[in-house]
T-cell receptor, first 113, second 114 residues
């Protein structure tokens, strides 16, 4: 069964460093999303991406964040200068249509020291 | 704006007992509703979804949920809890806009006692 994959599973970085989180969505899906979950809190929407552009972003998704689909398979989230409060689990999701069922990857646990 | 409220951050049941996890939503348009389960240190797995077809939706692992428009609810149930059901459960509503983003509730941790 097709699934969303994410790498790395864990990332530890120093405050102020850049990180890139990678996702490979399900191959025939057209809509892509990033969410984050701070420890003990609910899952929060960050950004949606369709047709090679951002379709919506949340207040969390400020200028430090960017997304890219550099080729036909990868979908990346970049944080330019990480802050302590960026420590969270980041989930990638994809769906065939919108609105539709979103399938989530296993997540990347980011720890900013 | 759409929102989701899950009543009860922690629910504890005995093995074999009924599981009831509550979810109420707010939406100005017919919603798409989802339940996801998150096992420790894992991602989100879809349990079931409501997309305006049958109001009683059956999902994986014996779970089901009933969409009640009059009560704006989408409660999750399972007749008999198993130890393996211990996890965190999230109710989510799909945004009515074209982006389809999911808006999640706070989550309910289900504990199953032997």
């Amino acid at each position: 069964e097709p699934e969303v994959t994410q790498t790395p599973s864990h990332q530890v970085t120093q405050m102020g460093q850049e990180v890139i989180l990678r996702c490979v969505p399900i191959s025939n899906h057209l809509y892509f999303y990033w969410y984050r979950q701070i420890l003990g809190q609910k899952v929060e929407f960050l950004v949606s991406f369709y047709n090679n552009e951002i379709s919506e972003k949340s207040e969390i998704f400020d200028d430090q964040f960017s997304v890219e689909r550099p080729d036909g398979s990868n979908f990346t989230l970049k944080i330019r200068s990480t802050k302590l409060e960026d420590s969270a689990m980041y989930f990638c999701a994809s769906s065939e249509k919108s609105p539709g069922t979103q399938y989530f990857g296993p997540g990347t646990r980011l720890l900013v020291l | 704006a759409q929102s989701v409220t899950q009543l009860g951050s922690h629910v504890s049941v005995s093995e074999g007992a009924l599981v009831l996890l509550r979810c109420n939503y707010s939406s100005s348009v017919p919603p798409y509703l989802f339940w996801y389960v998150q096992y420790p240190n894992q991602g989100l797995q879809l349990l079931l979804k409501y997309t305006s077809a049958a109001t009683l939706v059956k999902g994986i692992n014996g779970f089901e949920a009933e969409f009640k428009k009059s009560e704006t609810s989408f409660h999750l149930t399972k007749p008999s809890a198993h130890m393996s059901d211990a996890a965190e459960y999230f109710c989510a509503v799909s945004d009515s806009g074209n982006t389809g983003k999911l808006i999640f509730g706070q989550g309910t941790t289900l504990q199953v006692k032997p």
